[in-house]
């Protein structure tokens, strides 16, 4: 069982930046693959980033890549998002998300755990 809790949402202007934090409870964490996922009002939830158990691999949709960056660190068990040049459009709720075994899915519904969310608003 992981418990997961994001923190540093807010609102902030076009081109600001963000960084989100997700601290998971467990002494397995290092296992995990670890995900963030966006959903905006009348949207799907769609995947923004997903990192290895290592770290060493991870994936990012042409939507958001270059200008996001998933890091975590096991010692701490806590996975991050850092996000620039942020768009209006990135407005939404952002998830933080666990698994194991398996590649760096998309598809939510793979994902065996979820954090309650943090909003993430950017005005134009």
């Known amino acids: 069982q992981v418990q997961l809790v994001e923190s540093g949402g807010g609102l902030v202007q076009a081109g600001g930046s963000l960084r989100l934090s997700c601290a998971a409870s467990?002494?397995?964490?290092?296992?995990?693959?670890m995900a963030w996922f966006r959903q905006a009002p009348g949207k799907e939830r769609e995947s923004v980033a997903a990192i290895s158990p290592s770290g060493l691999t991870t994936y990012y949709p042409d939507s958001v890549k270059g200008r996001f960056t998933i890091s975590r660190d096991n010692a701490k068990n806590t996975v991050y998002l850092q996000m620039d040049s942020l768009k209006p459009e990135d407005t939404a709720l952002y998830y933080c998300a666990a698994r194991t075994g398996g590649n760096l899915a998309t598809d939510s519904r793979t994902y065996d755990y979820w954090g309650q969310g943090t909003q993430v608003t950017v005005s134009s």
């Open positions: 467990g002494r397995t964490f290092r296992n995990y693959i």
